[in-house]
């Protein structure tokens, strides 16, 4: 790339308004069930072209920051679990904070020379992304840039590198390349290098990509896993009844339990050792919770299955918050491992877990469980690659706003940490994703007959 100097802080194009418009078409089509992947390396193109082209830097925020907001509040409508106004502050919030590496694009790059000033935007996207998403969000990585390229296995490889944010880094840089080239004119001679230099590194990538699937190799054996949703539960129908008639919720709840447990018996007589349930299908107060443990315990000792059953139990304390856990029984009967929800508990009021993997041994692999949001904070199932873990359970209870979008974000923790996982949705997409994303088994709830998967 040459050297340019002293660069001007905006470049005057009267179509400024048209490459806005274009962002605008293309950011529609970048994140949430609306995405088709090719359109999120796009859009960052003409969102740039146009911060560069404004007079007025500060104009040129608000318009990014307002169409950022548009978008957002078209393709996230209904994901966000909060009501309102709480859902239009964070998409308030995230449109603005999503508009302020244009700003910093704009104030740096034209200090910098060549190949320098094109890193300044996807560093500061990459940046802002990591500490919006990858340090503490109570959203967990919701709207993270690299969710868009769901299905392209190839390209989703890097991330078992580089994680997340090393897809988000080159997915940006593409826009300020071609702002660079844009810049030039499109003049051959003078961008050939820097062109050449970048496709040589997607090259690099997606060279990485194939290699790793071609030569992919699983460990031997194969383990038959049941994981159904014999009867949906439904929280706005049980959750009255909770405070107005005690025995008739306990009686809807363990009827629920019942039928569960009559097809966790078929499954396991026609062959499945290991049985998932959704997320709240043991639903219940503390004596519910302490006779589906027993009853949990009995049938995993008498048909000999490791039985993952996620309960979700309340108490008479009002000071008490809900428990929303997991545990997984195996086939001495024994209660084997407990793990309590840590994600979205500030949305739901359940009990915050501590937010550590537990893992136990099985004649299949190393067996680990986390619940549904639990899944989305990348830091945390970073835990799966380090502690061994070969089969992450996932059991889920989802809406029909965030399917299947919701279900396809678990394939990344797979390839990020190179392990199995089985994610199961009440009222979603679910899934079972290998160590590369390979998706091995898909049912989703609202298109699917039999809901077994």
């Keep these: 790339m040459n050297r340019e100097t002293n660069k001007p802080l905006y470049r005057p ?3 400024s308004l048209l490459w806005l418009a274009i962002a605008f078409v293309f950011t529609l089509f970048s994140n949430g069930n609306l995405t088709i992947p090719l359109l999120a390396w796009f ?3 003409f969102g740039l072209r146009f911060m560069r082209t404004q007079k007025r830097g500060l104009v040129g925020y608000v318009l990014l920051a307002l169409v950022s907001i548009v978008t957002l509040a078209i393709t996230w409508r209904g994901m966000i679990a909060m009501p309102p106004p709480g859902d ?4 308030i919030s995230s449109g603005f904070m999503g508009a302020i590496p244009f700003v910093i694009d704009r104030l740096l790059s034209p200090r910098l020379k060549g190949l320098w000033a094109t890193l300044v935007f996807p560093l500061s996207a990459t940046a802002l992304e990591f500490l919006n998403m990858g340090s503490g969000s109570p959203m967990g990585s919701w709207g993270a840039t690299g969710y868009s390229q769901y299905g392209s296995l190839i390209l989703m490889q890097m991330i078992s590198i580089t994680g997340m944010w090393g897809l988000t880094f080159l997915m940006m840089w593409l826009a300020p390349v071609v702002n660079w080239a844009w810049e030039q004119n499109f003049e051959w001679p003078k961008i050939w290098r820097g062109l050449a230099f970048y496709g040589g590194i997607l090259t690099l990538v997606l060279t990485y990509g194939g290699a790793r699937l071609t030569l992919a190799q699983l460990e031997p054996g194969t383990v038959r896993v049941a994981a159904f949703t014999t009867v949906s539960t439904d929280m706005a129908e049980l959750m009255p009844l909770l405070n107005s008639d005690r025995a008739a919720f306990s009686q809807k709840t363990r009827d629920i339990h019942a039928r569960y447990l009559e097809q966790t018996i078929q499954e396991a007589r026609a062959g499945a050792k290991l049985i998932l349930w959704p997320e709240v299908a043991g639903i219940g107060v503390e004596e519910d919770e302490s006779a589906l443990i027993e009853l949990g315990q009995e049938t995993a000792k008498q048909e000999g299955i490791y039985l993952a059953i996620p309960f979700f139990t309340m108490y008479l304390d009002a000071q008490r918050p809900p428990e929303n856990k997991l545990i997984i029984f195996d086939p001495s009967g024994n209660l084997a491992l407990e793990h309590v929800k840590y994600g979205g508990n500030v949305f739901e009021g359940s009990k915050l877990g501590d937010g550590i993997l537990k893992v136990i041994e099985t004649p299949y692999g190393s067996l680990s469980g986390v619940i549904c949001w639990d899944t989305d904070f990348i830091g945390n199932i970073a835990q799966a ?12 209870h989802d809406w029909r706003a965030i399917d299947p979008m919701h279900g396809q974000m678990t394939a990344f923790r797979a390839i990020e940490n190179g392990i199995t996982v089985i994610r199961l949705a009440d009222l979603g997409f679910s899934l079972v994703t290998d160590p590369y994303g390979r998706t091995l088994a898909v049912m989703d709830h609202y ?7």
């Design 447 to 453: 298109t699917a007959d039999d809901r077994t998967m």
């Design 88 to 91: 239009l502050v964070v998409i």
């Design 385 to 396: 690659g380090r502690n061994g873990t070969d089969i992450l359970l996932s059991p889920a």
């Design 43 to 45: 859009a960052p193109i």
């Design 13 to 15: 194009d009267r179509f």
